[in-house]
């Protein structure tokens, strides 16, 4: 089966599906739809612990990587959800290379960090699952969304063991005084995003980026990023009901809800 890792390291553009809704049917669909890695978001989605652990179990049937976000950059988070079976990690609000650091320190077992050892999922099905195996498998993706996060954006990418950023276009814009968006770019927000793309390109990390809507995802994939996703399973519930309904009533379909980029 292929592993998070295995995408990373071949180099080309990777789609990921969003789920916000929590359920294993929910995961199951998405990791049926094709993505190549599918995310599970216990940030903003209405998702906890138990329900991760089941989505997981459902992305593994699959056969699909999963990636989790978690709520924050907290050591027990982070170590609960690779212990559960994620290959990958996606943390919020990264500002510094001190907090990325506790990032990597977290996802890694030592000498090379601090996780503690428990993989009470992660090691089902890899034979021989040792530390150095957990570390080598394990994606490491830190979120760069604040005025914060874009002035020190180099030296977080100096820290080894960070593999990818995903840009939150939505906090990115927030923190800068705009509103949020992750589909309509104004030029100074264009600007921050770019800045975020050419400190990935000078350190060799993974560029990403929250997409509102598959021309956004094709701009940015044509400006060099690499990995995306295009709204989440509840934005493709909702428009796919919303659209029968408006059929039903001979309105025009609508192209997506107004409201956010997640539901």
């Not at 030296?155 to 705009?178: C, F, K, Q, S």
């Not at 995802?217 to 309904?245: E, L």
Request: aromatic share 8%.
């Amino acid at each position: 089966m292929t592993t998070l890792r295995d995408l990373w390291e071949g180099g080309g553009v990777t789609v990921g599906g969003w789920c916000v809704m929590p359920g294993a049917f929910s995961a199951e669909l998405m990791g049926r739809s094709g993505f190549d890695w599918v995310c599970i978001d216990t940030q903003h989605g209405l998702i906890g612990y138990d329900q991760m652990a089941l989505m997981l179990q459902a992305l593994s049937i699959t056969g699909t990587p999963g990636f989790v976000r978690v709520p924050w950059n907290t050591p027990g988070d982070i170590m609960k959800a690779l212990d559960a079976g994620a290959q990958g990690v996606i943390v919020p609000m990264v500002n510094s290379a001190e907090e990325a650091s506790r990032v990597v320190g977290a996802c890694r077992y030592p000498p090379d960090g601090y996780r503690s050892w428990g993989p009470i999922r992660a090691a089902l099905g890899v034979d021989g699952y040792a530390p150095q195996t957990g570390n080598r498998r394990v994606v490491v993706a830190v979120m760069i969304e604040t005025a914060a996060g874009v002035a020190a954006a180099d030296e977080i990418l100096a820290v080894p063991g960070v593999d990818a950023v995903y840009v939150g276009p939505n906090d990115l814009a927030i923190t800068h005084g705009m509103p949020p968006s992750a589909d309509t770019f104004g030029e100074d927000h264009a600007r921050l995003v770019e800045s975020i793309l050419a400190a990935c390109q000078r350190h060799g990390v993974v560029p990403g980026i929250h997409c509102g809507s598959v021309e956004t995802a094709r701009r940015w994939r044509d400006r060099g990023f690499r990995m995306f996703n295009v709204t989440s399973d509840a934005i493709f519930v909702r428009t796919g009901a919303a659209a029968v309904v408006k059929a039903m009533a001979d309105q025009p379909a609508p192209t997506r809800p107004a409201s956010s980029s997640y539901a």
